[in-house]
């Protein structure tokens, strides 16, 4: 049974090592943690939310690389607007992504490549409240995903403007 006043983490990652390894070194520090299971057939944002929600967590850790039927942005989206705090943990080192998870409602974007002691001083600190990014690097990081985003959607709108014979050519 969880003692009162212990911070309920969660964590949605479809590594199983690495959750396990995660898991141990926040329960070793006082934490509960609860495993959001992923599966093929509940892999939608709707069915992981439903999960996640129901474990009641006040932090989730949530990976950035869901799989295809999986959004990550729409679930950090319904966690933070739930009043979990999120942390979004990325193999990608490309900050324009970053910033859509940081406009989505995230605390902070960690990178896999980090510590396992960074990563628990992270959850330490959004745990507690406390603040883990400065509001000029949300800043900046959210509007390089917003240009991002603008940009792709340009090249979406040139390339549905083109004639039959030049998409067969592209091709």
């Not at 295809?68 to 193999?91: E, F, K, M």
């Not at 510590?115 to 000029?136: E, Y």
Request: glycine residues 8%; positive net charge; contains cysteine.
């Amino acid at each position: 049974m969880d003692r009162p006043g212990r911070p309920v983490v969660a964590v949605v990652d479809q590594h199983e090592f690495f959750t396990q390894c995660l898991v141990i070194a926040l329960e070793a520090r006082g934490y509960v943690c609860r495993r959001v299971p992923l599966s093929v057939e509940a892999g939608r944002p709707s069915r992981v939310w439903s999960r996640l929600a129901s474990v009641r967590p006040d932090v989730a850790l949530i990976n950035a690389e869901l799989g295809r039927r999986c959004g990550s942005a729409p679930l950090v989206a319904a966690a933070s607007q739930a009043g979990v705090s999120v942390v979004v943990l990325t193999d990608i080192t490309d900050e324009r992504h970053w910033g859509e998870y940081l406009a989505a409602g995230a605390q902070i974007v960690v990178p896999k490549t980090e510590s396992l002691g960074s990563m628990v001083s992270t959850v330490r600190k959004v745990s507690h409240g406390k603040p883990v990014l400065a509001l000029s690097e949300r800043a900046r990081l959210i509007a390089l995903g917003r240009d991002c985003r603008s940009g792709d959607q340009a090249v979406l709108r040139r390339l549905e403007r083109l004639s039959k014979q030049e998409r067969a050519v592209l091709r």
